[in-house]
């Protein structure tokens, strides 16, 4: 596996009470991490367990990124630079700030053209994907983080609707009176600024303070960016109570370039798309949220912990899309311009009980999300009645649509025997969808739909001897559709998709992990998941598009982590993923559009869009304290299904990176810290991501070229 901050022998910081899972805002926000690096042992993860533990006795597999591997992968704007390390998880770079990373786990989530599908996302135990399944990480501040958890397999289940796999970032906590101040400068443009001071307090209190400036012009036309961040986390800390409370800020616009047909992309990767300057496609996206978090505590008895939780946040998106005025003149259509404001909510609340041999958790979850969504025409007609695009015109969409989830779960360890432990959770609870329509020229798409929802989970730990754990796991899992998959019908008549129904998988998972001491660490999991009523395209046409269930599918595959450190200022880290995601029934699919109704037919046997067979991470570093580190790093894709009728192919592609970084003494508590790379190294031309089932073929969206990165951080203390 890949370790972020390690368990120092004995340390205070470890044998503190240790802290449930599954609670919002309970990890991050209350800052109780992992402690700092140390010489030894393992590193200790929250994901999907009762308490804080070694990942070494987890009974599922979960990767960890650190600090330190975050700063070194590039200028932490995305989640793509650094999680290529962890086997089982695609993040698709689409270079693209107009659209979210593409984000898969063991083949969860790969069929989502945009955003994020099928996984559960956490910033500091704030939800980042809504009740519906819909997710984005835009807004994730990769810079104060501490490390950021990935679990895969049956135990992500525990999470709720739509968690195929589950990625949490967790915050630094404040340890100490400093600030900091950094700078990037990339390649085509990228600038950065950033900025942070933190303090512990007089009685108890604590507080952070954190914002960045991004600003990028792209290497394709028509793809310019900003980013801007701020954070606000203020503490107090007593002999039994924790409370820790927070404030974000986020807005981005962006230009889109729009995917690339298979023929513009063989004749220039790195050209724009025409239609991108003709409708001039962009996205505007602010965010502003609150969080709190209250622990307590107790000193005697078997009830150990409690702790509660809630957050509300606004998002509200633009869109700017390349829909012609002749498909917007239909009067179904529902606008070229997408405009939305959601306002989210969330609370939680759960109690941990300790005995000697068993560890028991138990809560209840509610998670609330409402959208104002609109859509206009994205043109005006001038003087001679021509359309003007990329403007704002007539309103052709006006609904609210709502997404709710109630869930109750519980959660226990029993240590049975001095090697043995098993582990058993259950989630249950309801997941209820509507939309209320009030544009009705188009016709009344009003409805709702509620769905019920129970995710067992089970798993048996052995220890075979010393440095060797072997486990195995199964699980239920459960993903209703989103709104938007029940927006239309495929019939073409008004009102919701009512025949749409969740999938529901069968997930099985067995692993080892060996230690050899400070030399070797190795991490290997093989995996089979069931799913049943899949979800998939119906139909696209008048600028509407429709979803069914497609059947059954498979997945199955290996995972492999290693990290082998051949002396101590070596050390080398590997990842290797197997996947074999297929469709185990025919079904009728769109061969393009317009398609009123599927007219071609996908045969079982083909491969998931989205997926594919192999992809891997290499990486050797050599660390001096006179020279810094260098380092080397590989990763290499196979190729993916661009479309679930196959055929079209991103091609495979490897790249290679170099890197080295340096942190000098600037005085007395005071360091610069220093970070050189160049990525792409020898300038390879590939896909970085893939518009997967896109209705106008443009599926393929160019990887970054060559590119170099000069990063500067000054830390002192205050």
């Known amino acids: 596996m890949v370790h972020a901050a390690r368990r120092p022998p004995r340390s205070r910081a470890c044998r503190r009470p240790p802290r449930p899972a599954l609670a919002p805002l309970l990890a991050a926000l209350a800052g109780l991490g992992a402690g ?38 590039g200028p932490m704007i995305n989640l793509s630079e650094a999680l290529s390390r962890v086997p089982g998880l695609v ?81 630094a906590p404040v340890r100490r009176a400093e600030a900091e101040a950094g700078l990037d400068l990339g390649t085509y443009g990228l600038r950065q600024l950033r900025a942070a001071v933190q303090a512990p307090l007089a009685g108890g209190w604590e507080i952070r303070a954190s914002g960045s400036a991004m600003d990028w012009e792209g290497f394709r036309p028509h793809s310019e960016a900003e980013r801007r961040l ?8 007593g002999e039994s109570d924790t409370v820790i409370a927070s404030a974000s800020h986020y807005e981005q616009p962006a230009d889109d370039p729009l995917g690339l047909k298979r023929e513009q992309f063989d004749e220039d990767p790195r050209q724009t798309a025409p239609e991108a300057q003709t409708y001039d496609t962009r996205k505007r996206s602010r965010q502003d949220q609150l969080g709190v978090n209250w622990r307590h505590r107790f000193a005697d008895g078997a009830l150990r912990e409690f702790e509660a939780s809630a957050y509300a946040g606004r998002r509200s998106v633009t869109q700017w899309l390349a829909i012609a005025k002749g498909t917007q003149d239909n009067p179904r259509h529902g606008g070229g311009v997408a405009d939305f404001d959601r306002d989210y909510r969330g ?116 220890q075979a001897m010393p440095g060797l754990n072997l486990h195995a796991s199964a699980a239920r899992g459960f993903e209703a559709p989103t709104l938007g998959e029940l927006a239309y019908r495929a019939d073409g008549a008004s009102g919701f998709n009512e025949a749409l129904q969740p999938q529901k998988s069968r997930q099985l998972e067995v692993g080892a992990k060996w230690r050899a001491g400070e030399t070797l660490d190795l991490d290997v999991a093989l995996f089979e998941t069931l799913v049943d009523d ?183 203390a205050l």
């Open 36 to 73: 700092p690096a140390a010489a030894q042992t393992e590193t200790i993860v929250v994901t999907g367990s009762v308490a804080e533990r070694l990942a070494f006795d987890a009974p599922y597999a979960i990767g960890v990124v650190g600090a330190e591997d975050l700063r070194q992968a």
């Open 91 to 171: 993040v698709a770079n689409r270079s693209n700030f107009a659209q979210d990373l593409q984000i898969s786990s063991r083949g969860f989530g790969a069929r989502a053209g945009f955003g994020v599908r099928g996984l559960r996302l956490l910033a500091d135990g704030i939800p980042a994907s809504g009740p519906d399944g819909q997710g984005q990480v835009s807004h994730i501040d990769l810079a104060g983080a501490e490390r950021i958890e990935v679990l895969r397999g049956p135990f992500s289940a525990l999470y709720g609707n739509s968690s195929g796999g589950v990625i949490s970032v967790l915050s």
């Open 230 to 237: 701020g954070n606000l986390r203020v503490g107090w800390r």
């Open 347 to 462: 609370t939680q609340a759960q109690w941990r009980w300790a005995w000697e041999a068993l560890d028991l958790m138990a809560g209840a979850s509610l998670e609330d999300q409402r959208d104002d969504r609109r859509g206009y025409e994205n043109y005006v007609l001038d003087a001679d009645g021509n359309p003007v695009y990329g403007r704002i015109g007539t309103q052709r969409r006006d609904e609210i649509d709502r997404a709710r989830t109630r869930d109750v779960f519980t959660q226990a360890e029993w240590r049975f025997a001095p090697r043995w432990a098993a582990s058993a959770g259950l989630r249950a609870g309801r997941v209820t969808l509507s939309a209320d329509d009030r544009y009705l020229a188009n016709g009344d798409d009003s409805g709702d739909l509620s769905f019920g929802y129970a995710n067992p989970v089970i798993g048996l730990r052995w």
């Open 534 to 716: 899949e979800i998939g395209i119906a139909s696209n046409a008048g600028g509407r598009a429709s979803y069914q269930n497609v059947g059954r599918t498979l997945r199955r595959g290996a995972e492999l982590a290693a990290a082998w450190r051949p002396a101590p200022a070596w050390r080398t880290r590997w990842a290797l993923t197997l996947l074999d995601a297929r469709y185990r029934d025919d079904f009728r699919a769109c061969s393009g559009i317009p398609c009123p109704a599927p007219d071609v037919t996908v045969p079982a046997g083909n491969r998931i869009a989205g997926t594919q067979r192999a992809s891997a991470f290499a990486e050797a570093a050599w660390r001096s304290a006179a020279a810094g580190e260098w380092g080397v790093e590989w990763r290499a894709a196979g190729r993916t299904a661009a479309n679930d009728r196959n055929t079209d192919f991103a091609g495979a592609y490897a790249l290679a990176a170099l890197r080295w970084s340096h942190t000098l003494a600037v005085g007395e508590g005071r360091r610069l810290e220093l970070l050189l790379r160049v990525d792409n190294l020898f300038d390879r031309d590939y896909a970085g991501s893939l518009i997967v089932n896109d209705a106008n073929g443009r599926f393929f969206e160019t990887g970054a070229p060559r590119s170099a990165l000069l990063a500067l951080r000054w830390v002192g």
